[in-house]
């Protein structure tokens, strides 16, 4: 085999390596370091969202959602109500008083600061 031969077939073989590689970043959609967390519960999309520095108090333990971020599966996870929010509305992850999985459609322009403040109503 010549080596010109050689050589495409190895520059070949590296473009579709590298096209594999680059393909699932592509497809997500999600632009490089992006990484939101979503969160199902009872068949309803939560979207993670800051509190703002407020401390969420979390309530009763409500069920088992699926969440799903940075990592590379999704995994179960034990989810808890807020204290004065419906968990139609929010709920958050048992463990993290940080984030709040706020059920999309509610609350979309509330500043984080101001986020539980508009739940409680």
């Known amino acids: 085999m010549s080596r010109r031969l050689r050589l495409a077939l190895g520059g070949?073989?590296?473009?579709?390596?590298?096209?594999?590689?680059?393909?699932?970043?592509?497809?997500?959609?999600?632009?490089?370091?992006?990484?939101?967390?979503?969160?199902?519960y009872l068949g309803h999309a939560y979207e993670v969202r800051s509190a703002g520095g407020a401390d969420a108090v979390q309530a009763i333990a409500v069920g088992v959602g699926i969440a799903r971020g940075c990592g590379p599966k999704p995994e179960n996870v034990g989810v808890r109500s807020l204290a004065g929010v419906s968990p139609a509305d929010a709920v958050t992850v048992a463990g993290d008083a940080s984030s709040i999985y706020v059920r999309r459609g509610v609350c979309v322009h509330a500043a984080p600061r101001a986020l539980l403040a508009c739940l409680k109503r």
Do not use: Y
Request: charged share 5%; proline share 7%; glycine share 18%.
């Open 12 to 40: 070949g073989a590296a473009l579709v390596i590298a096209g594999v590689l680059v393909a699932p970043v592509v497809l997500s959609g999600e632009p490089a370091g992006s990484c939101s967390g979503s969160l199902v």
